[in-house]
């Protein structure tokens, strides 16, 4: 058996590994675009669930709010919370076009999950020597956050302008779907593993990686925000970063040129 040692190692290089893919995880194939077309509602309702479920930034602030939860009417509570919150932004920006850089929003959710795990820490307290925020008003304003993410990935679907605002709804039903599995799993491994004498441990260091994860998270993002306009462009591999800055460098060159002769003229 492993040590609790060696299974939170395990945890973290897990929870970075996630997140390294999906960091930079965006755009889409003309292929699913034709799929969405053709498959109507149920095929947004689907990507919704599947959104949800490997969208680990969502997933690791769904984790981190139930972390100490252990009555169902505060799990109920704030998890509905934060359901309101990025629903009302996930269909409000949508059904109005409101877009935000994907980077940019990204980095925002990112700073949240270290937020709620920080808030798990009692880090307000110990570390800031403050009262900690109302955590009820705060996850619903990071769900808001969180919503603006979502809806900047469903405006990059092929949205049918006459059933647009079904077609947001049938995606934010497939979200909350795949919430609830995922929320199921999570509640079925904490009750679980509670009942174990390394809870206490775990529970720190699990806190602990949520904020090196969710930091991890927004580096990643500013760091693509700072290279690219368009976030599409963006790509993993050494050749396409070295390629980047390439193109960053030779940008800012013609720029000086450009101003040089300006100033040469006048």
């Known amino acids: 058996m492993l040590s609790v040692m060696q299974q939170s190692r395990w945890l973290l290089a897990l929870v970075i590994m996630l997140f390294a893919g999906q960091a930079l995880g965006h755009g889409m194939s003309e292929a699913e675009k034709l799929s ?109 956050i969180h919503g603006l993410g979502l809806s900047t990935r469903l405006q990059q679907l092929p949205l049918n302008q006459d059933e647009l605002l079904l077609n947001i709804i049938s995606f934010n039903i497939g979200i909350e779907a795949g919430q609830v599995s995922a929320l199921a799993i999570m509640l079925l491994f904490l009750s679980s593993w509670r009942k174990v004498h390394s809870f206490k441990p775990f529970s720190v260091f699990s806190n602990y990686a949520l904020i090196v994860a969710g930091g991890f998270l927004f580096l990643m993002q500013m760091h693509g925000y700072s290279h690219v306009s368009n976030p599409d462009e963006f790509g993993f591999s050494a050749d396409n970063h070295i390629h980047e800055h390439i193109k960053i460098n030779e940008e800012r060159a013609a720029e000086i040129i450009k101003q040089n002769s300006h100033q040469t003229i006048d």
């Not at 984790?63 to 629903?87: N, Q």
């Not at 700073?111 to 795990?117: G, P, T």
């Open 36 to 144: 969405i077309i053709e498959g109507g509602n149920l095929r947004y309702m689907w990507l919704g669930a599947t959104h949800m479920l490997s969208g680990y930034d969502h997933l690791l602030f769904v984790f981190g709010i139930v972390f100490f939860l252990t009555r169902l009417k505060e799990i109920v509570k704030y998890i509905t919370a934060f359901t309101v919150g990025h629903s009302v932004t996930l269909i409000y920006a949508t059904f109005n076009g409101i877009q935000i850089n994907y980077f940019l929003i990204d980095a925002v959710i990112g700073l949240s999950v270290c937020y709620i795990a920080f808030a798990n820490l009692d880090g307000f307290k110990r570390v800031l020597g403050i009262k900690a925020p109302s955590l009820l008003v705060m996850i619903t304003g990071l769900g808001l």
